[in-house]
């Protein structure tokens, strides 16, 4: 490309997609280049078992705009997208799926959209004509995106969608662990981002297999809490553990303070099931207490030998909404 730093860097997670690579590659060179933009398409395999790193890196030799990257194993859709992030250099970063649900057409009009409105730092697209027929795809996708619009306060009506476009700073601040990577909306409204949803086209997988089953809902669920955790308490776990703990401690430092009275008084309290109570909740709420101290502890460990700020600061006031 002519220019050092591209205007947009495209990323892809790709396992096991051989049949759909070739497609891929050449579907986003016919979308981006008749445009205005400059670009590169970082392709991350995720340690496919099939010919998918193969078929890679032989169109690569040939496009000097196709970064391919190959991880070691299979780590995952949100270790690749992290690897594709690390090494993006462009002013936008898009990303898409590598099964060609996602229609790489859409990738200028949203970039437009970044380019000209500077409110926006980050869109998410919407499959507002979702073409997975199954309803046991459909059904708890509906209820993930309430849930977590919902509980997190980050509203959308789609959070399952791959395509979506950022400012590259954007990308910069938000580090991807776990599975995290259906929380990237929420992650990036963290890091300070506006965020608005746009419908984008769809279409059904034709080739290759879908990598999920109906087991990545509960997993969905414990993301949900982990994220509502971190919003809330990040900075200040002992609120969250020592409330608890204060709970519990306080109701077993009653009843083990009543029983002493009635012990001094003469009375017989071994076999009083309130002892029992007592001490559970005494110990219980002992260790969610130092649990809590411990989290704070952490939390400075995470953030000064990195000299990283707990607070970031805005260029300029934010406008009036
Ligand atoms: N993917 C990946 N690593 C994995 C699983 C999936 O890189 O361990 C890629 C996959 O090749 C595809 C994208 O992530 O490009 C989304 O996967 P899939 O289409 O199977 O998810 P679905 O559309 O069924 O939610
Ligand atoms: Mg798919």
Known sequence: MSSAIPDISIVIPVYNEAENVTDLVARVEAAIRPTRYSFELICIDDGSRDDTAYILQSLAAERPWLCPLFLMRNYGQTAALQAGFDAAGGRYVVTLDGDLQNDPLDIPGLVDRLEEDTSVDMISGWRKERQ????????????????????????????????????????????????????????????GARIVEVPVRHHARTRGQSKYGIDRTFRVILDLLLMKFLMRY????????????????????????????????????????????????????????????????????????????????RDVPRPKS
């Open 132 to 191: 997975d027929r199954a309803l046991s795809r459909k059904l708890p996708s509906m209820l993930a995106n309430r849930l977590i619009s919902w509980a997190t306060g980050v509203s959308l009506h789609d959070y399952g969608c791959a395509l979506k476009a950022y400012r590259g700073e954007i990308i910069a601040r938000i580090r991807l662990y776990g599975e995290l990577h259906r929380f990237i909306p929420i992650l990036a409204a963290e890091a």
């Open 234 to 313: 990040l900075h200040r776990p002992l609120h969250a553990f020592g409330g608890v703990g204060l709970g519990l401690l306080i109701p077993g430092l009653s009843m083990l303070g009543w029983l002493l009275l009635q012990k001094l008084l003469g009375a017989d309290i071994g076999g009083r099931p309130l002892l029992m109570a007592g001490v559970t909740l005494t110990l219980m709420g002992v260790q969610l207490l130092g649990l809590g101290l411990l989290g704070e502890i952490l939390i400075r460990v995470y953030h000064e030998p990195e000299g990283r700020a707990q607070y970031r600061l």
